[in-house]
Every structure is written in structure tokens, then in C-alpha cells.
């Protein structure tokens, strides 16, 4: 397909456990966005990646998250030692340019619905 | 700081009847709004931004939005409801920050919208 997509697209973990969240995005896309969305709420940013670069991680709520894009395609989000509050959707979003065009559309996918026991 | 307000949770109207969906935002600096709709298990959809210009924009499925910088608003408009326009809807809205990332959004905690038949 040419739109983003997640895996999993739901993950139940005991807490305390390591998770990890795959976004592909729209190939060639050079942004990349991850979002939390809890629930109830509109999407919180977490953080950004332009091509493998992580400009912007201010979003992450604890060093337990931990992003990466390695090879500026596809990213992954992990959460170390996961407690009950981590559960939310994930979501995953990207764009054609960088960031410094704020026209550009952000294109999300389906998310990862998180649930942490 | 950049913030967005929904003030309704929820909106219901009859099929066939005009529906709105109030959004009021705060920037520093000029705005780029923008609309998404969520189905359930779904990310989100982009349905319209404002950039620029002409300040009633129109998008996918037949719905505009009308921008209003002397209200700070951008409210999403039908002129026509359809029982399939019922989603969870999400204003949100980028702006240049000094000290913060360009390309993040930030998004309304949603409405609700009901049509019903």
C-alpha cells in the first residue's frame, strides 16, 4: 500500500516489559512523527526524525521512550520497563519535506493500540 | 505557545441538516491549520488545511473550513450531513516557535460527531 503502516497494530504488555512499536512511513518521505494518544485526548508529540536524524525528542515523557530511524525509513519506538500509564495509541506520521515547511501535510497511520497490565 | 480548543465534546445533527465543528486556536506567529477525522480503529484522516489566502478552504468529502483570524477560529463546515460523516474529528495547528521543533502539531482533544438517519 502507499500509506504509513504500524505493527503491531495492538500489543498487550505486563508491566515492567519492553515493547516495540515499527512505523513504516510513505516511502521517500523525509519527516517522520511519532504521537501518543491517550485515551480520550488528541494526539501528544513525542518525537521527530528528519531522514535518520532525531532533531526533536523534547516530546518523550521519560527516558524509558526511545525512538530511532536508523537508514532515514523505517522507525521504531521502544518502551523499557512499560507501566500502566504507557497505555495509549501510538501513532506514526510523515511528510515529504522537513520540517521547516509548515504546509506540509502530515500523513498518519492506523497506530498501536498499547495496553499495559 | 501554540494551543488548540474544541469546545464541544460532542456534536449531533439529522442527516441532510448544515453541521459545524468549532475550533479556536492560539499562536504566536501565523497559523497553518489543519483538519483530520478519526474512524474507530483508524488513524487519522487529513481532511483540509489553511496556509494562506483565501480563508474558506475546501476538502475532502465535502467539507470547508472557514478561517477567522480576528476569532482565531478555523471551523470545519457541511453544508449537508451524511450518517457516514460520523467520526471523531481533530483541529490542530502548527506555527514557527523559537526553541521548539517547526514540525510538530498540536491537536484539540477531538469532537465527537453524530449524524443520525
Known amino acids: 500500500g502507499a500509506g504509513v503502516s504500524q505493527s503491531p497494530r495492538y500489543k498487550v504488555a505486563k508491566r515492567g516489559q519492553d515493547v516495540a512499536l515499527r512505523c513504516d512511513p510513505i516511502s521517500g518521505h523525509v519527516s517522520l512523527f511519532w504521537y501518543q494518544q491517550a485515551l480520550g485526548q488528541g494526539p501528544e508529540f513525542l518525537t521527530y526524525f528528519q531522514n535518520e536524524a532525531q532533531l526533536d525528542k523534547s516530546g518523550l515523557p521519560s527516558d524509558r521512550f526511545f525512538a530511532e530511524r536508523p537508514e532515514g525509513s523505517v522507525s521504531t519506538l521502544k518502551i523499557q520497563r512499560t507501566q500502566q500509564e504507557d497505555s495509549a495509541v501510538y501513532l506514526c506520521?510523515?511528510?515529504?519535506?522537513?520540517?521547516?515547511?509548515?504546509?506540509?501535510?502530515?500523513?498518519f497511520g492506523p497506530g498501536t493500540r498499547l495496553l499495559v497490565l | 505557545a501554540q494551543s488548540v480548543a474544541q469546545p464541544e465534546d460532542q456534536v449531533n445533527v439529522a442527516e441532510g441538516n448544515p453541521l459545524t465543528v468549532k475550533c479556536t486556536y492560539s499562536v504566536s506567529g501565523n497559523p497553518y491549520l489543519f483538519w483530520y477525522v478519526q474512524y474507530p480503529n483508524r488513524g487519522l484522516q487529513f481532511l483540509l488545511k489553511?496556509?494562506?489566502?483565501?480563508?474558506l478552504v475546501k476538502g475532502s468529502y465535502g467539507f470547508e473550513a472557514e478561517f477567522n483570524k480576528s476569532q482565531t477560529s478555523f471551523h470545519l463546515k457541511k453544508p449537508s450531513a451524511l450518517v457516514s460523516d460520523s467520526a471523531l474529528y481533530f483541529c490542530?495547528?502548527?506555527?514557527?516557535?523559537?526553541?521548539?521543533?517547526?514540525?510538530?502539531?498540536?491537536f484539540g482533544r477531538g469532537t465527537q460527531l453524530t449524524v443520525w438517519p
Open positions: 490542530a495547528v502548527r506555527a514557527p516557535d523559537r526553541g521548539s521543533t517547526l514540525g510538530r502539531l498540536y
Open positions: 489553511y496556509i494562506t489566502g483565501d480563508n
Open positions: 506520521a510523515s511528510s515529504p519535506r522537513t520540517s521547516g515547511a509548515l504546509q506540509e501535510t502530515q500523513y
